[in-house]
């Protein structure tokens, strides 16, 4: 595990796109995972920069995102589906049929998250999976608990973890769906690169947990300490509780 950390989000963000960067001027056919939040909003702002400054071509890159809100997707004004649109793909040159977000809305969603794992195995694999991190160590909606599931599923999203999406539904966290598409841990784990970014005090607790507690299904995020190439990117504030803590 690499981890770096850097003065400001900003600065963050910034060393995070040029990662990406830098393995896409390397690889223009990268697949990527990406994640949703307001951690990876600068992070997508730079890469948009870089674009429109003619540094960065994503017209032969694939995405998938690592999750979405039961019932709901293209359009909904709350879907990850439409912050992506908003913060990325309408910003660089992705092309819309490479992009993959789960379908919330799917009737039948035992048939969407079986799509989901074929399409990434088609795609090759996950080259690189852009992660964020929940304040209770959730990677995508991977939720604590004394199992995780491996492969994309559907999750019950804890009361926390719908009141820091309530952004998304006009503060109103009971309007929060209940449930979530998700990546399953091992989907995020099989990827052959992970870019952990985490900014802000508030997450300073989880990232020490999670990078240098014990790894337990009880801190999702524990378990990048078992692959081979996770690059961690804090901020200072993030960062504030490993000082003592060997990484
Ligand atoms: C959501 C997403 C996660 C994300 C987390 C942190 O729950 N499902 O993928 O990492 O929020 O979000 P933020 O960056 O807003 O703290």
Known sequence: MHVTTYSSAARAASAAAALILGRLA????????????????PLYRALARAHRAGRADFSRVTTFNLDEFAGLGAGDPGSYHTFMTTHLFSQVNLRPAH????????????????????????????????LGIGRNGHLGFNEPGDQLDARTHRVALRPGTRRANAVLFGNRWQDVPTHALSMGIGTILNARC??????????????ARALTGPITTRVPASLLQTHPDVIVV???EAAAALQDRRV
Do not use: C, F, M, N
């Not at 390397?26 to 909003?41: A, D, K, M």
């Open 194 to 207: 992970a870019i952990l970014l985490a900014t802000g005090a508030a997450k300073a607790r989880i990232v």
């Open 26 to 41: 390397r690889q223009p056919s990268l697949v990527l995972g990406l994640p949703t939040g307001h951690t990876p909003i």
């Open 234 to 236: 804090l901020d200072r």
């Open 99 to 130: 992009t993959h977000v789960l379908d919330g809305r799917a009737h039948d969603w035992r048939r969407e998250i079986a799509r989901y794992e074929r399409l990434i195995e088609r795609a090759g694999g996950i080259d690189v999976a852009v």
